[in-house]
């Protein structure tokens, strides 16, 4: 079982990125995904999630309007656009796939929005 994470970087405010993050070595599709990030000195808060087939989305207060999650069962990926980043933004990001208590996670991508 494998989630593989990618797409951070260093970027300035007001900028994108867009995170992907690749499943493996179990059903995706059967899945909900979703969005984490952890920043310095800070626990770990959801995001974003998106339950595994009707496509119901959640997003935190924080950042509805500027990212969108989104996913591709056919590619066994989930993506994160985040558009009109802040510093605030920084973090280390993980995805996330659950079902019932089966969790696993990304090892993380960190994003930096700094001047």
């Known amino acids: 079982v494998q989630l593989q994470a990618s797409g951070g970087g260093l970027v300035q405010p007001g900028g994108s990125l867009r995170l992907s993050c690749v499943a493996s070595?179990?059903?995706?599709?059967?899945?909900?995904v979703g969005w984490f990030r952890q920043a310095p000195g800070k626990d770990r808060e959801g995001i974003s999630c998106?339950?595994?087939?009707?496509?119901?989305?959640y997003y935190r207060d924080s950042v509805k309007g500027r990212f969108t999650i989104s996913r591709d069962n056919a590619k066994n990926t989930v993506y994160l656009q985040m558009n009109s980043l802040k510093p605030e933004d920084t973090a280390v990001y993980y995805c996330?796939?659950?079902?019932?208590?089966?969790?696993?996670w990304g090892q993380g991508t960190q994003v930096t929005v700094s001047s």
């Open positions: 998106m339950s595994n087939r009707e496509g119901v989305t």
């Open positions: 996330n796939a659950r079902l019932f208590l089966t969790d696993y």
């Open positions: 070595g179990f059903n995706f599709d059967q899945y909900a």
